[in-house]
């Protein structure tokens, strides 16, 4: 396993993952790069099964205890060691998560995690995705991580081209983390319905 950059230890969830939460339940919802679970835990009301993987295992621990404290005591929660391009989860999912993960992968290998991403939402269910990309160029600091991410928003949108867009948002935003350390990124942010 390679370097490990998680950002994100503490914190509330991306705010349209928030709003979809608020305004949503869904039955199945797997988490794929779930950090420490500060996006899973807002959809644990009224899921009977939460799934999770990360490749951090701080991460992988902190999901664990955050969702033994809200998902209901009868769901199926399993959070483990995993790995975008290897793990095997058990699909179909209602909702798929996966935010500030395929960045981190060489162009072939997000390819074939798409192809994985697809394979796991059921049919009429969606995918929550976001990823870096090199509009605004990755900073000094993190290119070892990220040496090959995605030019802009084409790559990832044609990826999913057949699939019903419920939320995008392409922006720039400033980021602060531990010790101080900002960075400005160019990001997506989709929501998108499998048909």
């Not at 095997?88 to 935010?99: A, G, K, N, Q, T």
């Not at 993960?101 to 697809?118: D, K």
């Not at 990826?159 to 160019?186: K, L, P, Q």
Request: proline fraction near 8%; hydrophobic fraction near 40%; charged fraction near 20%.
């Amino acid at each position: 396993m390679g370097q490990i950059w998680n950002p994100s230890k503490a914190g509330t969830p991306s705010v349209e993952l928030a709003d979809l939460g608020r305004t949503q339940r869904f039955p199945s919802v797997l988490d794929a790069g779930c950090g420490w679970g500060r996006n899973l835990s807002v959809f644990a009301a009224g899921a009977q099964r939460l799934h999770a993987f990360d490749t951090d295992p701080e991460g992988v621990q902190a999901t664990k205890k955050c969702l033994e404290e809200v998902s209901d005591p009868a769901a199926e929660v399993q959070v483990w060691d995993g790995d975008l391009l290897t793990t095997e989860p058990s699909p179909p999912y209602d909702l798929v998560i996966c935010y500030g993960v395929t960045h981190f992968l060489q162009r072939h290998e997000r390819h074939i995690a798409y192809a994985r991403l697809r394979s796991w939402v059921r049919p009429g269910g969606l995918l929550a995705i976001a990823s870096f990309n090199n509009l605004v160029p990755i900073p000094a600091d993190l290119q070892p991580l990220m040496p090959d991410p995605p030019s802009d928003s084409t790559e990832l949108r044609a990826a999913f081209a057949d699939w019903d867009v419920a939320f995008v948002r392409s922006h720039v935003y400033h980021d602060e983390h531990e010790g101080g350390i900002r960075h400005t990124h160019s990001i997506d942010r989709l929501i998108m319905r499998r048909p």
